[in-house]
């Protein structure tokens, strides 16, 4: 076997490759199936300060080589997560990454604050969330506010702090720089873009909320892209996701600048593609006789 550790912020991971968060829930389910130690991480389901019960439904569609969803960010609240499930997950033998959210600045501030003195081992800040204060404008839609959000959570917390950036935006490189100038330790990307269908019978919106994200294939050559560009702009460590399915895709991730990939829409069609995946990219490396997983990240030879 290639050796398929890597490690981001300090943190040791085994293999590159960590369920996103949003599918994998706590990982009960799916450990039917498989160890979770097999796996290099878990991103856990995105948290709050207080329990949300979600969007109304219809809340998820089918999309060409895709998904829609909608589902409001439905979780039991931060004290719950780490009384009931944190302690179940540091159990099994592979990096935590609690995913947060809120939505003012105060509310991200608190949840990170709270698993600052747990034993998690790193935080993962969803910046994708509307902001109440600024119109519901997300904060990962500008740099100061996707700045400021990153700047207060940082001080707050010494936990390394991944910050998932919004790729609905108009430069996503410049969000980016500015997270890592407010204290990121490293982000994560992409995450889902904004999309829309419609029922044709009943002229309404497939979805209860109207509008949700797009994830799936379909987004996999924008993910590449804005990681490409990402991880070109910043000196920080860079998470990839979007669309990945396969080895290949993970490491395609990799040589655009990703030091560690992250694996959503595929669960769903298949519960064993994070293992999968892992075996597929030793078998990749063991192909082209390359000793270790790091010795591909970057190395993409733009024309």
């Not at 600052?116 to 993962?124: G, R």
């Not at 108009?170 to 500015?178: H, N």
């Not at 080895?247 to 959503?264: F, I, P």
């Given at each position: 076997m290639a050796d398929l550790s890597v490690k981001i912020c300090g943190v040791?991971?085994?293999n590159p490759v960590i369920p996103a968060s949003g599918v994998f829930g706590y990982g009960h389910e799916y450990e039917e199936f498989y160890s979770l130690e097999k796996l290099g991480g878990i991103a856990t389901k995105g948290t709050t300060l207080n329990r949300r019960t979600g969007n109304p439904s219809p809340r998820i569609a089918e999309t060409p080589s895709g998904m829609l969803n909608s589902v409001?960010?439905?979780?039991?609240?931060?004290?719950h997560f780490i009384n009931n499930e944190l302690p179940y997950l540091l159990t099994k033998n592979t990096v935590i990454l609690a995913n947060i959210a809120g939505s003012t600045v105060e509310e991200c501030v608190a949840v990170a604050e709270k698993l600052d003195s747990t034993e998690v081992h790193m935080i993962e800040l969803n910046i994708s969330c509307p902001n109440v204060k600024?119109?519901?404008?997300?904060?990962?839609?500008?740099?100061?506010?996707?700045?400021?959000?990153?700047?207060?959570?940082?001080?707050v917390t010494k936990k390394p702090l991944v910050v998932k950036l919004s790729p609905n935006v108009t430069s996503i490189a410049e969000i980016a720089k500015a997270v890592e100038e407010a204290g990121a330790d490293a982000v994560s990307l992409i995450n889902t873009l904004l999309g829309m269908r419609i029922d044709v019978n009943t002229g309404r919106p497939v979805l209860r909320n109207n509008v949700g994200g797009l994830s799936g294939r379909a987004?996999?050559?924008i993910a590449v892209r804005m990681v490409w560009q990402v991880a070109n702009a910043v000196k920080i460590p860079v998470i990839g996701m979007g669309g990945v399915a396969s080895g290949r895709d993970a490491v395609e991730l990799m040589m655009a600048g990703a030091s560690a990939v992250q694996v959503g829409?595929?669960?769903?069609?298949d519960p064993y593609a994070p293992v999968k995946i892992i075996d597929e990219i030793d078998d990749?490396?063991?192909?082209?006789?390359?000793s270790s997983v790091r010795e591909i990240i970057g190395t993409v030879k733009p024309w």
């Amino acid at each position: 076997m290639a050796d398929l550790s890597v490690k981001i912020c300090g943190v040791d991971f085994k293999n590159p490759v960590i369920p996103a968060s949003g599918v994998f829930g706590y990982g009960h389910e799916y450990e039917e199936f498989y160890s979770l130690e097999k796996l290099g991480g878990i991103a856990t389901k995105g948290t709050t300060l207080n329990r949300r019960t979600g969007n109304p439904s219809p809340r998820i569609a089918e999309t060409p080589s895709g998904m829609l969803n909608s589902v409001g960010l439905q979780n039991p609240g931060i004290d719950h997560f780490i009384n009931n499930e944190l302690p179940y997950l540091l159990t099994k033998n592979t990096v935590i990454l609690a995913n947060i959210a809120g939505s003012t600045v105060e509310e991200c501030v608190a949840v990170a604050e709270k698993l600052d003195s747990t034993e998690v081992h790193m935080i993962e800040l969803n910046i994708s969330c509307p902001n109440v204060k600024q119109g519901g404008a997300a904060f990962g839609t500008s740099c100061e506010t996707a700045g400021e959000v990153t700047r207060q959570v940082r001080k707050v917390t010494k936990k390394p702090l991944v910050v998932k950036l919004s790729p609905n935006v108009t430069s996503i490189a410049e969000i980016a720089k500015a997270v890592e100038e407010a204290g990121a330790d490293a982000v994560s990307l992409i995450n889902t873009l904004l999309g829309m269908r419609i029922d044709v019978n009943t002229g309404r919106p497939v979805l209860r909320n109207n509008v949700g994200g797009l994830s799936g294939r379909a987004v996999f050559p924008i993910a590449v892209r804005m990681v490409w560009q990402v991880a070109n702009a910043v000196k920080i460590p860079v998470i990839g996701m979007g669309g990945v399915a396969s080895g290949r895709d993970a490491v395609e991730l990799m040589m655009a600048g990703a030091s560690a990939v992250q694996v959503g829409a595929s669960v769903f069609t298949d519960p064993y593609a994070p293992v999968k995946i892992i075996d597929e990219i030793d078998d990749f490396l063991n192909a082209k006789k390359i000793s270790s997983v790091r010795e591909i990240i970057g190395t993409v030879k733009p024309w």
